[in-house]
């Protein structure tokens, strides 16, 4: 019903020869074929990117603006990136799946990191974890890739820091604030981190931070000399609202198409022309009452 297939669902295709991505196979691809990371939130849109060969699915707490219209990620809980990634989990058949840990359930302690980190992997079924922050957060990083849980770090714009930072701004544009970046992805990268995220710093400052670490980079608005590059599902598609990101490149305008498909719907079934006769089911045995009716057009009715 309603068009969309449950588990084992989306397309009827024969299993895609495509191996799970893993952290593993992600850290080996450092300085080989660039990695694609896209956010998702929900099972439809997981099931469409994995089976586009998107290698990472980032259940990123920019959840909080563009599924629930908040100003900033800071009121997203572990309870709603959970449920969010459960979803996503079950479309991604191939993809890499990452639940992102949302601001106050890492930063108290490294057993608070633990503990949440574990949350995420056990109720919200993420193959690993990212974590917004530098070298504050070695520890907690040590503690968590201990437990068996793979990290992936996030320096640069940390968007849980916004009213530190004063709003969503470029992040290392003097020369201390540079060294502070490659400092803080050093200390995550000795920590036991897979992959760091940068996001929005200059193009120079993130080559010299892929350069310096032997784990990927991916880049959000940090140029191309990243090993990777992420992307809001929703930018990505031409579905932003009012301002899309300098450093977001819409690859459809989906945003209209919505539109337009909407305003058509509209027009349709007031015009009287949606639903047309193929949209109906066969008429009721009492809509054709010269019909007797038989006890297997009453099953067949029951059935519907
Ligand atoms: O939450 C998110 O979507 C992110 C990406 C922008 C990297 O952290």
Same mark, same amino acid.
């Given at each position: 019903?309603?068009?969309?297939?449950?588990?084992?669902?989306?397309? +009827?295709?024969?299993?895609?020869?495509?191996?799970? !991505?893993?952290?593993?196979?992600?850290?080996?691809?450092?300085?080989?074929?660039?990695?694609?990371?896209? #956010?998702?939130?929900?099972?439809?849109?997981?099931?469409?990117?994995?089976?586009?060969?998107? +290698?990472?699915?980032?259940?990123? +707490?920019?959840?909080?603006?563009?599924?629930?219209?908040?100003?900033?990620?800071?009121?997203?809980?572990?309870?709603?990136?959970?449920?969010?990634? @459960?979803?996503?989990?079950?479309?991604? @058949?191939?993809?890499? !799946?990452? %639940?992102?840990?949302?601001?106050?359930?890492?930063?108290?302690?490294?057993?608070?990191?633990?503990?949440?980190?574990?949350?995420?992997?056990?109720?919200?079924?993420?193959?690993?974890?990212?974590?917004?922050? %530098?070298?504050?957060?070695?520890?907690?990083?040590?503690?968590? #890739?201990?437990?068996?849980?793979?990290?992936?770090?996030? !320096?640069?714009?940390?968007? *849980?820091?916004?009213?530190?930072?004063?709003?969503?701004?470029?992040?290392?544009?003097?020369?201390?604030?540079?060294?502070?970046?490659?400092?803080?992805?050093?200390?995550?990268?000795?920590?036991?981190?897979?992959?760091?995220?940068?996001?929005?710093?200059?193009?120079?400052?993130?080559?010299?931070?892929?350069?310096?670490?032997?784990?990927?980079?991916?880049?959000?608005?940090?140029?191309? =000399?990243?090993?990777?590059?992420?992307?809001?599902?929703?930018?990505?598609?031409?579905?932003?609202?009012?301002?899309?990101?300098?450093?977001?490149?819409?690859?459809?305008?989906?945003?209209?198409? !919505? *539109?337009?498909?909407?305003?058509?719907?509209?027009? +349709?079934? @007031?015009?009287? #022309?949606?639903?047309?006769?193929?949209? =109906?089911?066969?008429?009721?045995?009492?809509?054709?009452?010269?019909?007797? @009716?038989?006890?297997?057009?009453? =099953?067949?009715?029951? =059935?519907?």
């Amino acid at each position: 019903m309603y068009g969309s297939s449950h588990e084992g669902g989306g397309t +009827d295709r024969p299993a895609h020869p495509r191996k799970r !991505v893993t952290a593993p196979s992600l850290r080996e691809r450092k300085g080989a074929e660039a990695i694609t990371m896209v #956010t998702a939130y929900d099972f439809t849109m997981a099931r469409l990117l994995d089976e586009s060969g998107i +290698d990472v699915l980032l259940v990123g +707490d920019s959840l909080g603006m563009v599924v629930q219209g908040a100003e900033t990620t800071i009121p997203v809980t572990l309870d709603e990136v959970c449920y969010h990634t @459960r979803a996503v989990a079950r479309g991604a @058949r191939h993809a890499h !799946v990452v %639940g992102d840990m949302p601001f106050m359930s890492f930063q108290v302690s490294a057993t608070q990191a633990l503990e949440n980190a574990g949350r995420l992997v056990k109720e919200g079924t993420a193959h690993s974890v990212k974590l917004e922050g %530098g070298a504050e957060l070695a520890e907690h990083v040590h503690r968590i #890739t201990r437990a068996g849980i793979p990290v992936m770090g996030h !320096v640069g714009l940390t968007p *849980q820091s916004y009213h530190a930072l004063g709003g969503f701004k470029v992040q290392g544009k003097s020369e201390e604030a540079a060294r502070r970046i490659l400092e803080d992805a050093l200390a995550l990268e000795e920590a036991g981190a897979f992959a760091i995220v940068l996001e929005a710093i200059p193009p120079d400052v993130a080559q010299q931070v892929t350069r310096a670490l032997s784990v990927p980079t991916i880049g959000i608005g940090a140029g191309p =000399a990243c090993d990777g590059q992420v992307l809001v599902c929703y930018d990505m598609l031409g579905m932003s609202l009012g301002h899309r990101p300098k450093f977001a490149r819409a690859f459809a305008e989906l945003g209209s198409a !919505v *539109q337009e498909a909407a305003r058509q719907f509209t027009a +349709d079934v @007031r015009s009287g #022309t949606f639903p047309a006769p193929e949209h =109906a089911y066969a008429p009721s045995a009492s809509a054709a009452p010269s019909a007797p @009716r038989t006890r297997r057009s009453s =099953a067949k009715l029951a =059935a519907v």
